[in-house]
């Protein structure tokens, strides 16, 4: 099942398209490259591609007859950057509760 997203954050939901990152994480790779590293067919992973290029999380370039996927470094420092605001709010609202509660 695929989802229609331009959403980071729904598109790693999927434990595949995770996986799918962290292959990616370490080199760029073809289809085929990262099929034979998963327990899913080669249509199946290009749809995972699918729906992570789409949220911006992944780009691809063409090589001969094939496409050559990477992690799209803007995609996933958006995700970052998006961590690392919930966090700071986190920690501010800890920090007031405690004084508060003092």
Same mark, same amino acid.
Request: hydrophobic content about 40%.
């Given at each position: 099942? %695929? @989802?229609?997203?331009?959403? $980071?954050?729904? /598109?790693?939901?999927?434990?595949?398209?995770? &996986?799918?990152?962290?292959? !990616? /994480?370490? &080199?760029?790779?073809?289809?085929?490259?990262?099929?034979?590293?998963? +327990?899913?067919?080669? +249509? /199946?992973?290009?749809?995972? =591609? *699918?729906? !992570?290029?789409? #949220? $911006?999380?992944?780009?691809?370039? +063409?090589? $001969? %007859? *094939?496409?050559? @996927?990477?992690?799209?470094? #803007? $995609?996933?420092?958006? !995700?970052?950057?998006? =961590?690392?605001?919930?966090? *700071?709010?986190?920690? &501010?609202?800890?920090? %007031?509760?405690? *004084?508060?509660?003092?």
């Amino acid at each position: 099942m %695929t @989802y229609e997203t331009n959403d $980071g954050w729904a /598109a790693l939901a999927d434990q595949t398209r995770r &996986s799918i990152v962290m292959l !990616l /994480a370490d &080199s760029e790779m073809a289809v085929g490259q990262i099929a034979a590293q998963m +327990p899913i067919s080669q +249509p /199946a992973v290009s749809q995972h =591609l *699918k729906v !992570l290029k789409e #949220a $911006g999380l992944v780009s691809d370039r +063409p090589q $001969g %007859t *094939k496409r050559i @996927y990477r992690l799209n470094e #803007a $995609g996933v420092a958006a !995700l970052r950057d998006q =961590l690392e605001t919930f966090w *700071k709010r986190t920690m &501010s609202s800890f920090e %007031t509760t405690m *004084k508060e509660d003092s």
